[in-house]
């Protein structure tokens, strides 16, 4: 089982930049985004069940962040627009084999694999 995350760069406030998070091994029934800025905490970003049934965004990105998915490539995106330097930070990608309810998407917890990051930077 694995989660490669790609997609991050350096990019300038205002613009955007999609991540990509492919899934092997084995399809997952909820896989979200999270990221870790410099000396802070894991931060749920967003996540979304894989039947596309549910989706839920973190309030510091909603309106400017997307989740989405595409079975054939079992691949989860996120979509991230209006970047701000505050969303510099490293970008996980996360899958759990359960789904899960909106209620739990944000904790850490709830998710049984991990991938190795991808780092997003952005300058003012």
């Known amino acids: 089982v694995q989660l490669q995350a790609s997609g991050g760069g350096l990019v300038q406030a205002g613009a955007s930049r999609r991540l990509s998070c492919l899934a092997s091994?084995?399809?997952?029934?909820?896989m979200a985004w999270f990221r870790q800025a410099p000396e802070k905490e894991r931060e749920f970003v967003a996540a979304?069940?894989?039947?596309?049934?549910?989706?839920r965004v973190a309030d510091s990105v909603m309106g400017r962040f997307h989740i989405s998915r595409d079975i054939a490539k079992n691949t989860v995106y996120l979509q991230m627009n209006a970047l701000e330097p505050e969303d510099t930070a490293v970008y996980f990608c996360?899958?759990?084999?359960?789904?899960?309810?909106?209620?739990?998407?944000?904790?850490?917890?709830?998710?049984?694999?991990w991938g190795q990051g991808t780092l997003v930077t952005v300058s003012s």
């Open positions: 979304l069940r894989w039947s596309g049934t549910t989706t």
């Open positions: 091994g084995r399809t997952f029934s909820t």
């Open positions: 996360s899958a759990a084999r359960g789904g899960k309810i909106y209620s739990s998407m944000p904790d850490p917890a709830s998710y049984d694999y």
